[in-house]
């Protein structure tokens, strides 16, 4: 019976995201800009966006080692290839801060591989073991569903893979392991357990045995892109490894429409995916929210809580950070 009633959800669900994606396509965008004429690009479709985040939740966390990881890495991949990617994982046991070895998979998708200037824009697909930032002691070791610190950019990712065309050239990473940094709760409070699938990543590209080489023309971390209330301050480490690539975003977000979101003052510095990229050589920007009035995190209310689920996923932060990143690459070319 359960088999069945998946089966039927499944149809239901299909039709209604091919349903999304002919509306959006007949959607025109019409931003408020100073100069509409700068606009360039596709339409970033939100609703579609929407419905990878929701698909990916539907395997439940995705936390290292378990089963609905190892389900979701896989449709991540079929996702990437049925878009016209070519997929390559780069799969390493690493350490966790408590000893644990974690199967970690980086899933690397480019979509035309042909063409020689790219672009690099990265997230991380694996979820919090534990709801450590939760207003409630009780949830502290209850996994995270992760719908907007995970899901959002490898959403953001799939429907930019969808819809950019054949005329530029973008290395999509998706790193694991980034979210089992040692918890609030122990005692062991190591900076160098966060983000471990980027550090091997990293490792690779400086040794010269990565699967992609670069140099890139921007290279863009996406981090929490789909949460209620988000702004887009520009972050430390950002400025002062990529200034230019900085720039070159918050002025597409201007062009976009989409200026009241992305703020032009600097936040703090953050440790990120983009830390050991930019360690490496590689100038790498973070767009990630920064919320200067939040009490429980500067990170937003459902930052590492049970609360980061799909009922608090904004599709208006989903078009905004999507638009705004068509508009920077359709206008460096």
């Given amino acids: ?58 395997f439940g966390p995705r936390t290292m080692n378990s089963e609905a990881h190892e389900q979701c890495a896989e449709w991540i991949i079929n996702k990437f290839k049925g878009y016209g990617c070519t997929v390559v994982t780069q799969k390493a046991n690493l350490r966790g801060w408590d000893g644990t070895m974690l199967a970690s998979t980086n899933i690397i998708a480019s979509i035309n591989p042909d063409i020689k200037e790219r ?23 209850t996994p995270v569903m992760a719908a907007n610190d995970g899901a959002s950019g490898v959403a953001l990712m799939l429907e930019i893979a969808r819809i950019i065309g054949d005329s530029i050239g973008i290395d999509f990473v998706c790193f694991d392991a980034e979210d089992y940094g040692s918890p609030q709760w122990s005692d062991n409070h190591d900076e160098n357990s966060w983000a471990l699938g980027s550090q091997y990543f990293a490792q690779q590209y400086a040794n010269g045995t990565s699967a992609i080489k670069g140099p890139w023309q921007g290279a863009i971390l996406l981090d929490m892109v789909g949460g209620q209330g988000a702004h887009f301050y520009q972050e430390g480490l950002s400025v002062r490894y990529a200034s230019q690539t900085v720039t070159d975003v918050w002025q597409a977000a201007n062009t976009a429409g989409y200026g009241s979101l992305f703020i032009h ?15 490496a050589g590689i ?35 989903l078009k905004a950070v999507g638009q705004t990143l068509i508009q920077y690459f359709c206008s460096q070319n």
């Avoid at 299909?14 to 965008?29: A, E, H, T």
Wanted: a negative charge; one cysteine or more.
């Fill in 1 to 58: 019976m359960f088999n069945v009633q998946f089966s039927m959800f499944n149809n239901l669900k299909y039709i209604i995201f091919f349903l999304c994606i002919i509306l959006c396509g007949c959607k025109s965008r019409k931003p408020v800009t100073e100069d509409e004429s700068s606009l360039c690009g596709p339409t970033f479709c939100e609703d579609s966006a929407y419905v990878f985040c929701a698909e990916q939740c539907q």
């Fill in 119 to 141: 672009y690099l824009l990265c997230a991380h697909w694996d979820s919090r073991p534990w709801a450590d930032n939760d207003i409630d002691e009780k949830n502290h070791h």
């Fill in 265 to 279: 003052e600097i936040s703090g510095t953050i440790t990120d995916d983009h830390k050991p990229l930019n360690e």
């Fill in 283 to 317: 100038p790498t920007i973070d767009i990630i929210p920064y919320y200067p009035d939040c009490e429980q995190s500067s990170f937003g209310p459902t930052w590492h809580t049970i609360n980061d689920d799909m009922q608090h996923i904004d599709k208006t932060t």
